[in-house]
């Protein structure tokens, strides 16, 4: 299995960075590869559920793959195994905790780049979300990618290389890898023989994910995960009466508070008790006093962080909803003026023809406005409970 294969259905990108990989691997050799083929920065960029952060560390893995005599990226030796999983000395992964990447943070990720990596091949930092960078915190990095350290590799990840996502003058200095949204059966197949996922439910979770990889794996494998998509996708036929406005609007704020709870709810935990043991939880002698003092302030700042990634995941899930909103309404509009495009819900097609029939065109593009003002409104820290109300309400009335 090469690190390859968590790159799904974007071929073009895996071949030059591939052979970007080899020219890394001369270098390493003591050779010269041909000028312009191995950069120091890279920014990868696409939709949704692309795989950027995927094709990043995929990249990663093999610009550290230990293998020589075939094409880097075995997937095989430790290099590569322990990059993928995370556990890689000399490859360091940056992702926003909360809502934003701090200045703080960036400044000592700068410095730590700056070593030269312990096996003698490359340091690699992966920047998730560069596009949650504050000014501050891309003002650090920038002065990192333009005088870069020889043996530092900086792969950013960000939806666009627009100047909303990544700053111009940052973006200059990368090379850009653009990835497409995967074709429903690449998907599929990547879910069939990389996760081990049956034939029928791979082909059903890719054909409904929107081009959403992890998306798919998520509806492959957790039963919470599709009720969930159920329960939003019930929501525009069960709007009957201006009591159900709320009801809805419940129901979607509560399932985003559970998903953002499932998903943190044991690695607060695990937080929690590694930094009480680090603090000396439990101890008795000399200096326990001190340190049960010092741990109260670790664990308030601890909690703080804690509850800015359950915001950030809550927002993160509701935008999923939102978005799995806009595909039905997307898809009412296509059956109501005939076209042939293919649905984003084809396992509610039913329903999709129900709403054609009942709304008019204008009234089915109102609702569709609605939700994605809602998505904008949600973006620039408009609380959520309100917005998503003002959403529903639109919904009712069209």
């Not at 950027?52 to 880097?72: E, K, M, N, W, Y």
């Not at 990618?145 to 043996?151: G, W």
């Amino acid at each position: 299995m090469s690190v390859w294969d968590e790159v799904v259905g974007q071929p073009d990108a895996v071949a030059m960075l591939s052979t970007s990989a080899e020219a890394a691997a001369t270098i390493v050799a003591g050779g010269t590869p041909a000028p312009g083929v191995m950069t120091h920065a890279w920014l990868f960029t696409g939709p949704p559920g692309s795989g950027p952060t995927s094709a990043a560390r995929a990249f990663a893995g093999a610009l550290q793959c230990l293998v020589t005599d075939d094409r880097p990226g075995c997937g095989e030796c430790s290099g590569c195994r322990t990059t993928l999983h995370g556990t890689h000395a000399d490859v360091r992964v940056v992702a926003p905790e909360g809502l934003s990447i701090s200045v703080a943070e960036m400044r000592s990720l700068v410095q730590i780049s700056a070593r030269r990596p312990t096996s003698g091949r490359w340091q690699v930092v992966i920047i998730e979300d560069a596009d949650r960078l504050t000014e501050g915190a891309a003002n650090a990095l920038l002065k990192a990618v333009e005088e870069p350290p020889e043996r530092t590799v900086f792969l950013l990840c960000a939806p666009s290389d627009h100047p909303d996502d990544v700053s111009v003058t940052i973006r200059s200095r990368c090379r850009l890898v653009s990835l497409g949204s995967p074709r429903p059966a690449a998907i599929a197949s990547a879910l069939e023989t990389v996760d081990g996922i049956s034939l029928e439910m791979a082909q059903w979770a890719a054909s409904v994910c929107g081009g959403n990889v992890a998306r798919a794996r998520r509806l492959a494998a957790d039963e919470q995960s599709r009720s969930r998509r159920e329960a939003v996708l019930r929501i525009p036929l069960a709007l009957r009466k201006p009591a159900d406005v709320f009801t809805c609007a419940d129901e979607l704020i509560k399932a985003a508070e559970d998903d953002a709870s499932t998903a943190n709810e044991s690695r607060n935990e695990t937080e929690r008790e590694a930094l009480e043991t680090a603090m000396g939880a439990g101890g008795t002698g000399k200096g326990t006093a001190a340190a049960s003092r010092g741990a109260k302030g670790a664990l308030k700042d601890l909690e703080k962080r804690q509850k800015s990634r359950a915001t950030r995941t809550q927002r993160d899930s509701l935008d999923m909803a939102l978005v799995d909103l806009a595909g039905f309404y997307r898809d009412a509009l296509v059956v109501k003026t005939g076209s042939e495009a293919a649905l984003m819900h084809p396992d509610r097609s039913g329903d999709s023809r129900t709403a054609a029939a009942q709304w008019s065109s204008e009234s089915i593009l109102r609702r569709l406005e609605a939700v994605l003002a809602c998505r904008e409104a949600i973006e620039v820290n408009v609380k959520p409970r309100i917005a998503i109300e003002a959403m529903v309400t639109t919904l009712h009335r069209g």
